[in-house]
């Protein structure tokens, strides 16, 4: 079965440092991989999304995610943390059925220290 | 381009009350799909639909949940009678039919119900 784990349910870092929050999948076909963001009280945002082109994807707010299919992992990362990317981030992963449903992980909510 | 549209953001009932929630997708998106996103959780898909038609609702508890998409627009869900496990947020969202952007869905606000 498709399966999306995301390392870590909270990750706090200081405000200015690195965001790295990490994402595998498993998929028995090529992939289409996602990034969504969740501020309180509100829906879903498309951050980023891998659809087999470039393998280094660029997406909103600074952030990026490189899909690397030797480690089965699609991580975010953005060079330097702001107060405003506290949120809840999920991993998601679709291309597995014709459906194009997606399968989500259970999400990293993101700290930011002042 | 108007976004994915949901009403009420916000509801509170009592157990075994029934309640329905409204989603307006982006106009020209084909496919709708309902999930509940329970705190702390990622979304779980209920409901899927292409235009009118029912893809996969397989994960819809269909014994109190029931949901429509009357001229492949907008989409109600409803819950009759109502849980304490119903306790989630319920999010509409819509994608278009077309190759890969398929794949992306566009979320509404959400609905937060709290069943008491």
């Known amino acids: 079965a498709q399966s999306v784990t995301q390392l870590g349910s909270h990750v706090s870092v200081s405000e200015g440092a690195l965001v790295l929050l990490r994402c595998n999948y498993s998929s028995s076909v090529p992939p289409y991989l996602f990034w969504y963001v969740q501020y309180p009280n509100q829906g879903l945002q498309l951050l980023l999304k891998y659809t087999s082109a470039a393998t280094l994807v660029k997406g909103i707010n600074g952030f990026e995610a490189e899909f690397k299919k030797s480690e089965t992992s699609f991580h975010l990362t953005k060079p330097s943390a702001h107060m405003s990317d506290a949120a809840e981030y999920f991993c998601a992963v679709s291309g597995w059925n014709s459906n194009y449903q997606l399968i989500w992980g259970a999400g990293t909510k993101l700290i930011i220290k002042p | 381009e108007a976004g994915v549209a949901q009403s009420p953001r916000y509801k509170i009932i009592e157990k075994r009350q029934s309640v329905a929630f409204w989603c307006n997708p982006i106009?020209?998106?084909?496919?709708l799909y309902w999930y509940q996103q329970i705190l702390g959780q990622g979304p779980k898909l209920l409901i899927q639909f292409q235009n009118n038609g029912v893809v996969d609702d397989s994960q819809l508890p269909k014994d109190r949940f029931s949901a429509e998409r009357l001229k492949g627009v907008d989409s109600t869900l409803k819950i009759q009678p109502a849980k304490l496990e119903d306790s989630a947020v319920y999010l509409c969202?819509?994608?278009?039919?077309?190759?890969?952007?398929?794949?992306?869905?566009?979320f509404g606000p959400g609905t937060r119900l709290t069943v008491t």
């Open positions: 106009s020209g998106h084909a496919t």
């Open positions: 969202a819509s994608s278009p039919r077309t190759g890969e952007a398929s794949y992306e869905q566009y």
